[in-house]
């Protein structure tokens, strides 16, 4: 246990840094979006604002895929196991997609008690989907940015372990899961499925599902995993 805590402030500081930056730019974005429409267009015309939450995504995406380099063989090296590595990684996501759940909850608040109003202002800068509860929006706030770090990490441990021909084999997977649908006429079967995911609330445990299969696969490719020398 004293391990896993161990990792877990390791990865916290390694990521403190990049995550601290990124919501500070973010927000500075967000403010001078709010300034410039004030000052510049007033209420002629409507002005869309949106777009924040896929910069979230993308940051967790990436930071996800450097892990690995960054992280796995120093762990390794302070006598640390995989197993407790890994255990590590998976908590330490789990805390940081919570909190993003958090600072995503609280700007939804804040974008629709001050800038909601506004006359041609159409603000979704924190609002992933419209009318959603505020439970609704914490899971989601968490949930998609623990699938979008499990994805990268995925994508990293795959490239730790084979190389870049993990890229490569991924994406002719993708390819080929495409072609099937599509020749076998798929496509109303699982637009179907979808139709029967009715909240936001419910997407969001599946997405959540996804991330732990994602760990779960990420775990089999670096339980093995030879420590790499040099850079």
Known sequence: ???????VRMLWNDFRTSYLIFWSVLLAIFALMIILFLVKFGEDGTVQIGGGMTAVWVYFFVAGALQPNSTFRFALGMSVTRREYFAAT??????????TGVIVLIGHVLERAFFQNIAGMN??????????????????????????????FLAASGTYR???????GSIGLGLLAVMTIHLLELWDEIARLFSQIETAGEA????????????????????????????
């Open 1 to 7: 246990m004293n391990h896993i805590q161990a990792n």
């Open 90 to 99: 998976v908590v330490f996501w789990l805390l940081m997609a919570a909190l």
């Open 123 to 152: 603000i979704t800068f924190f609002t992933m989907l419209e009318d959603t509860a505020m439970w609704d929006v914490l899971l989601i706030g968490f949930a998609v940015p623990l699938f979008c770090a499990a994805a990268g």
């Open 162 to 168: 084979i190389g870049h021909i993990a890229w490569i």
């Open 204 to 231: 969001a445990i599946w997405l959540v599902i996804l991330s732990a299969i994602l760990f779960l696969f990420s775990w089999l490719i670096l339980c093995r995993a030879p420590v790499k020398t040099g850079r």
